[in-house]
């Protein structure tokens, strides 16, 4: 079993819809990481958070410490957020654990 | 202007060959990371340096050997290539002071026949 698990694995939804990706960890960590990989390959750091909640545009990412548990959400999704999204935890000496990923398909 | 630069960007090669693959960053991080995405997808951290010092070196074969010139750049050796290699191999960095978050290049496809 991996240590960091994310659902769903696929999710595709209609352009505007509300979209809510989970990531669960059982290890301690000192953070969580929220990526980005867009059909080409590319991977894209979009949120580092240790507590609380952080937003950027459409994005938002929270983390319950306690329940070890992070979400991250797209309001109003649009095509181009069409992209496979990953959860990472970074442990101990600076290493990062990933989660095998969300495979989203945004259609107009 | 790239920030986290790797060449080649699509790599292939003979069973046995040696081959290696640069990594430089121009972001002034003091660490560097090499990772290695599967077939499935999954991403796994292989090597982290910081300033130039090995910190993480993760049960990857011998056949792999990291080299940091200096703090800008990571390089990946690999010997005796097998068709197990085959992935995208990712370069990244981050500033080890403060709570910065990772910038990663654009991946090398490594291809073994």
């Known amino acids: 079993k991996n240590e960091v698990e994310q659902s769903p694995q696929n999710l595709t939804a209609q352009e505007g819809e509300f979209i809510t990706i989970n990531c669960s960890y059982s290890?301690?960590?000192?953070?969580l990481h929220w990526l980005q990989q867009h059909p080409g390959g590319g991977i894209v750091s979009l949120f580092m958070?240790?507590?609380g909640k952080k937003k950027h545009g459409r994005l938002i990412a929270t983390i319950n410490i306690q329940e070890k548990h992070s979400s991250l959400h797209i309001t109003a999704s649009h095509p181009r957020d069409s992209a496979v999204y990953i959860c990472a935890v970074r442990i101990g000496t600076d290493k990062l654990i990933f989660g095998t990923g969300t495979r989203l398909q945004v259609f107009p | 202007d790239t920030a986290v630069s790797q060449t080649p960007k699509y790599l292939v090669t003979q069973m046995g060959n040696d081959k290696s693959i640069k990594c430089e960053q121009n972001?002034?991080?003091?660490?560097m990371y090499w990772y290695k995405q599967d077939s499935k997808k999954f991403l796994k951290i292989m090597f982290s340096?910081?300033?130039?010092?090995?910190?993480i070196n993760e049960t990857v074969p011998n056949r792999f050997s990291p080299k940091s010139p200096d703090k800008a750049h990571l390089n990946l050796h690999i010997n005796s290539l097998e068709l197990g290699d085959s992935a995208v191999y990712f370069c990244a960095s981050r500033p080890s002071t403060g709570f910065g978050g990772y910038t990663f290049g654009s991946g090398t496809r490594l291809t073994v026949v």
């Open positions: 340096y910081n300033n130039k010092e090995l910190i």
């Open positions: 958070l240790s507590s």
């Open positions: 290890v301690g960590i000192s953070a």
């Open positions: 972001l002034g991080h003091d660490t």
